[in-house]
């Protein structure tokens, strides 16, 4: 099955209300390319699930500017004040989870796991409506696993069957979120052949990859 298809052709996929997760942190690694044609799709209503908003002019910040949020799982909104203002005025609904808590949420959805304990954010308000348990005298909030219909994945490299090679800290959110998705489509700087990659570097294997983008560092 070949999986390079053109950037106009990502179009199809988008529905509103769609959960979209996202790589990358404070925009870095986040795939420029692959929101945009989100944008211009006209999609809305969606779910968001990443570490952040990054700014109103990068990383996923258009589509919270232009509104085509309708919920956000995220660890921090600090960097995008647009965020903030839609927040409290009650325009976007936000799930604020600690960073290491969303990390795991995502593992445990792409692993089938059916959750995780952990005592972040025991006797604070994050334990709000989740279920505790007790083992060896400590208590633990059971966070529950985080999928979604699509993944919008940056790569430095990608060869033809989807294997993805990441550059430096732009690794970041995005060997997690193409594991946690029904489908992943990928935004590669730029494509090989298979057996070009070094096996060694490859962190997302082509077999979770639906669809991939060329760009050429777009």
Known sequence: MDKIIGINEVVQHFKDGMTVLYGGFMGVGTPAGLVKCLLDSGACKLTLVGNDTAFPDTGVGPLIVKKRVGKLVTS?????????????????????????????????GGAGLGGVLTPTGVGTIV??????????GKEYLVERPIRGDIALIKARKADRSGNLVYERAARNFNPLMALAADLVVVE????????????ECIVTPGVVVHKIVVTGGL
Request: proline share 5%.
């Open 76 to 108: 921090h909104i600090g960097t995008n004040p647009e965020t903030g203002r839609q927040m409290i005025a009650g325009e976007l609904e936000v799930e604020l989870v600690p960073q290491g808590s969303l990390a795991e949420r995502v593992r445990c």
């Open 188 to 199: 590669a700087d730029e494509l090989v052949d298979v057996g070009e990659l070094d096996p």
């Open 127 to 136: 334990e709000e409506g989740k279920t505790k348990l007790c083992f060896d």
